[in-house]
């Protein structure tokens, strides 16, 4: 993310401060955010981190101190715990500035780190505009997590809240085609980027040409807007096909958790490493992050109980999972590389 500035030590402190809170929105949090699940605590956790409760629901823990030589504080349960709780006691308000500056700023981009920069600088008393090429706000949140792990509505009461405090949310804006750069910078006081990276890595293999080898954010994106009816009908769906998942992260894991649930003929998922250990090893101390063998929900909760999921005992590391007998139709290949 970049941040242009005019010249001016406060604002350029603002822009520093929304920096990191944007940063800080795209990592795993390193402690809970709250103390403690009180009308008075939440509505201050929720404007100091407003997007810290949808992000840290798909983040992971080991950030957390305690993993040093143990376990970490199971910080995604007890945030979504807290946070759903102070929903349903109403105690997550809008809590719009109470002063304005009249410095505007134009955020480029609508995920975590976009969403963060608006929600800091709009606190900060500055009028904010948020233009997002995609339908609806959300980024990644929206259009590359599927539902099952992370539900739509989770991002769209936080999208409420920051549009109830004064943040206005510009979407199906193209910056570049709709409205030049020039033009967006002259008409504001900062301008912040927080676009996410929008091309994939390509593999230069043969056969990459072929019909039905897609990208893996192809893919979810084309099932995210299915589900959250922004079309009728998916492109790449995968029903009583054989699929292939080249990648073992988490992006490879979404893409076998919805196959599953597009009742793929079977899925067979490839990383190229050899099976990590099933604990972090002496050499992989903690803040480093934890080189261990991990299982993902994506094949437990979607697949039936005849499936499996289970690495190879060679390398490479594969895992695969059948929801039927026999594989007929054409096989359909889903790319996710880092």
């Known amino acids: 993310m970049r941040c242009a500035t005019r010249p001016a030590a406060a604002w350029t402190a603002a822009c520093r401060s929304a920096t990191r809170a944007a940063r800080s929105a795209t990592r795993s949090p390193s402690s809970p955010t709250w103390c403690g699940a009180t009308a008075g605590a939440t509505p201050t956790a929720a404007s100091r981190r407003p997007i810290t409760s949808p992000s840290s629901r798909v983040a992971c823990e080991a ?5 040093i030589d143990g376990q970490p504080v199971t910080i995604e349960a007890i945030e979504k715990a807290i946070i759903e709780r102070a929903f349903a006691e109403g105690w997550v308000t809008p809590q719009p500035p109470r002063i304005r500056t009249g410095r505007r700023v134009a955020v480029v981009g609508s995920g975590p780190a976009g969403l963060a920069a608006a929600a800091q600088l709009n606190h900060a008393g500055h009028t904010v505009t948020v233009y997002e090429a995609a339908a609806r706000a959300g980024g990644l949140l929206r259009y590359g997590i599927p539902d099952f792990k992370l539900e739509k509505h989770i991002i769209d009461r936080r999208l409420a809240l920051l549009e109830a405090e004064g943040v206005e949310l510009r979407c199906g804006i193209t910056v570049g085609r709709d409205v030049t750069w020039r033009e967006l910078r002259a008409g504001c006081d900062a301008l912040i980027l927080a676009i996410g990276a929008g091309r994939p890595r390509d593999l230069a293999v043969p056969g990459r040409d072929l019909h039905g080898v897609v990208f893996a954010m192809d893919y979810l994106t084309d099932q995210n807007q299915l589900v959250g009816g922004e079309r009728s009908t998916a492109v790449h769906d ?13 992006t490879g894991s979404d893409c076998l958790g919805t196959a599953l649930r597009q009742r793929a003929a079977a899925v067979t998922q490839i990383e190229l490493l050899p099976a990590p250990p099933p604990s972090r090893a002496a050499a992989n101390p903690w803040p480093t992050w934890p080189y261990a063998f991990r299982t993902s929900t994506a094949p437990s909760r979607s697949a039936p109980p005849t499936s499996r999921a289970m690495p190879a005992a060679s390398s490479p590391c594969t895992a ?3 929801t039927a007998s026999t594989a007929p139709g054409r096989a359909s290949a889903s790319l996710s590389t880092p």
């Open 238 to 250: 995968v029903s009583g096909k054989r699929v292939i998942i080249l990648g073992g992260g988490d």
């Open 320 to 322: 695969s999972a059948s």
């Open 63 to 67: 950030a957390c101190v305690l993993a």
